[in-house]
């Protein structure tokens, strides 16, 4: 190994001279961490969502005042706020005014539907740049007309049995409201581990995964260069045995990865305030994650035939699998084929790692991804090192 380090670090001091690998490595990602935090970092922050809402209503009746009743228990509970409003127009008003992020209307003539049998409308009208806190207020609307069904169908079917007419007399004397019952909820105190990163987290390792796979093709791309400049086979000849050389590619790659991730977690931590969790579990995913970019990268690098093609094929597959392991935005495991696809990637293990370590979840949470990319860097390479054996090696 005396000979492979030699040539390592021969390497990364060259490499650090044209400063290639500083760019790619460390000020490419924190320059796009930063603007990517900037502008979407919040989109990924749980409790990110402003529920602010108005209230309209326009029948001023009991029920009708029932889901205003409702609104206002959940705002004492702290779980919302919410405004009155005269009119629709006026909390349009305030929607511009970002003071709310959506309003329900509860239309004229509400009770009137509701006790003849009719179709009571509630209206939702949210910002369109609100559109999670619309869908809230909107599924609030459902639930309560859900509760207004209950309240027909257990009216009509009261007056069914007792063979009488639908009339006010025989709403009374239902024990409770069906509508207000079928809305309950109940608040309780609990401990909830969100395996989620938030936005400044988020941005920051996920662009320190995808430019870990360009950062690692200056070593891996090494050994085609030595091979078009002619030098490949001096190092061959070479008393210092055929394996080191190659070693000594792979183990400037995996350096390269090391040095700029580790530059990456603790500047993120300080100019970004990312959290990215134990000490250790982060040690165990980047070097993890390191010996899979290289792993990968050295495939791509045996497999072609020029330095130039197996940098352009090397960044298109660093694109497809950044891309495709959520590195930009959040995939969803909503166990569609997409979802699924995700883990064929490290960028996505990786990022799943440090989601089971937020919270203060302790480094043992990150052994399944750790795992996970380590089967991936034995199998990629291994087949790096079958496919570069069949070619630069006797």
Same mark, same amino acid.
């Given at each position: 190994?005396?000979a492979?380090?030699?040539?390592? !670090?021969?390497?990364?001091?060259l490499?650090?001279?044209?400063?290639?690998?500083?760019?790619?490595?460390?000020?490419?990602?924190?320059?796009?961490?930063?603007?990517f935090?900037?502008v979407?970092g919040?989109?990924?922050?749980?409790g990110?969502?402003?529920?602010?809402?108005?209230?309209?209503d326009e029948?001023?009746?009991?029920?009708s005042?029932?889901?205003v009743?409702?609104? +206002?228990?959940?705002?004492?509970?702290?779980?919302?706020?919410?405004?009155?409003?005269?009119?629709?127009?006026t909390?349009?008003?305030?929607?511009?005014?970002?003071?709310?992020s959506?309003?329900?209307?509860?239309?004229e003539?509400?009770?009137?539907?509701?006790?003849?049998g009719?179709?009571?409308?509630?209206e939702?009208?949210?910002?369109i740049?609100?559109? #999670?806190?619309?869908?809230?207020?909107?599924?609030i609307?459902?639930?309560?007309?859900?509760?207004?069904?209950?309240?027909?169908?257990?009216?009509? #079917?009261?007056?069914?049995? +007792?063979?009488g007419?639908? *009339?006010?007399e025989?709403?009374?004397?239902?024990?409770?409201?069906?509508?207000?019952?079928?809305?309950?909820?109940?608040?309780?105190?609990?401990?909830?581990?969100?395996?989620?990163?938030?936005g400044?987290?988020?941005?920051a390792?996920?662009?320190?995964?995808?430019?870990?796979?360009?950062?690692?093709?200056?070593?891996v791309?090494g050994?085609?260069e030595?091979?078009r400049?002619? #030098?490949?086979a001096?190092?061959?000849?070479?008393?210092?045995?055929?394996f080191?050389?190659?070693?000594?590619?792979?183990?400037?790659?995996?350096? $390269?990865?090391?040095?700029?991730?580790?530059?990456?977690?603790?500047?993120t931590?300080?100019l970004?305030?990312?959290?990215w969790?134990?000490?250790?579990?982060?040690a $165990?995913?980047?070097?993890?994650?390191?010996?899979s970019a290289?792993?990968?990268?050295?495939?791509?690098?045996? !497999?072609?035939?020029?330095a130039e093609g197996?940098? *352009? $094929?090397?960044?298109? @597959?660093?694109? @497809?699998?950044?891309?495709?392991?959520?590195?930009?935005?959040? @995939?969803?495991?909503?166990?569609d084929?997409?979802?699924?696809?995700?883990?064929i990637?490290?960028?996505?293990?990786?990022?799943?790692?440090l989601?089971?370590?937020? *919270?203060?979840?302790?480094?043992?949470?990150?052994?399944p991804?750790v795992?996970?990319?380590?089967?991936?860097?034995?199998?990629?390479g291994?087949?790096?090192?079958?496919?570069?054996?069949?070619?630069?090696?006797?």
């Amino acid at each position: 190994m005396g000979a492979a380090t030699k040539i390592a !670090g021969k390497d990364l001091k060259l490499r650090v001279r044209d400063r290639s690998a500083i760019i790619i490595g460390i000020v490419a990602p924190l320059a796009l961490a930063f603007i990517f935090d900037l502008v979407f970092g919040t989109a990924f922050t749980p409790g990110g969502v402003d529920l602010s809402y108005g209230i309209v209503d326009e029948d001023q009746t009991e029920l009708s005042g029932a889901l205003v009743e409702v609104l +206002e228990d959940a705002e004492e509970e702290g779980i919302l706020s919410i405004i009155e409003f005269d009119s629709p127009e006026t909390a349009e008003m305030a929607i511009e005014e970002s003071a709310i992020s959506a309003f329900l209307v509860v239309d004229e003539g509400f009770a009137q539907a509701l006790q003849t049998g009719g179709e009571p409308v509630i209206e939702v009208v949210g910002d369109i740049d609100e559109p #999670t806190a619309t869908q809230i207020a909107a599924s609030i609307a459902d639930q309560f007309a859900t509760g207004i069904e209950a309240a027909q169908l257990g009216v009509a #079917t009261t007056a069914a049995l +007792e063979g009488g007419p639908v *009339n006010p007399e025989l709403i009374g004397s239902l024990q409770g409201d069906p509508a207000t019952s079928a809305f309950s909820y109940r608040l309780v105190e609990g401990s909830v581990a969100t395996r989620q990163l938030d936005g400044a987290t988020y941005v920051a390792a996920g662009m320190a995964v995808f430019f870990l796979f360009f950062t690692v093709q200056f070593g891996v791309l090494g050994l085609l260069e030595e091979e078009r400049d002619g #030098t490949l086979a001096r190092l061959m000849a070479a008393p210092i045995g055929q394996f080191a050389v190659v070693a000594g590619k792979a183990l400037l790659a995996f350096a $390269l990865g090391l040095i700029s991730m580790s530059v990456l977690v603790v500047g993120t931590q300080l100019l970004m305030g990312a959290e990215w969790g134990a000490p250790l579990g982060v040690a $165990l995913l980047v070097i993890a994650g390191v010996l899979s970019a290289v792993g990968v990268m050295g495939v791509v690098a045996a !497999g072609a035939k020029t330095a130039e093609g197996a940098g *352009n $094929l090397g960044s298109i @597959i660093a694109v @497809i699998l950044g891309m495709l392991g959520g590195v930009f935005f959040p @995939i969803g495991g909503t166990g569609d084929l997409l979802s699924r696809l995700t883990y064929i990637t490290p960028h996505a293990w990786f990022l799943r790692g440090l989601g089971d370590l937020a *919270n203060g979840a302790p480094w043992t949470a990150a052994l399944p991804s750790v795992g996970a990319m380590l089967v991936f860097a034995l199998i990629t390479g291994g087949a790096a090192w079958a496919l570069l054996r069949r070619r630069i090696l006797t």
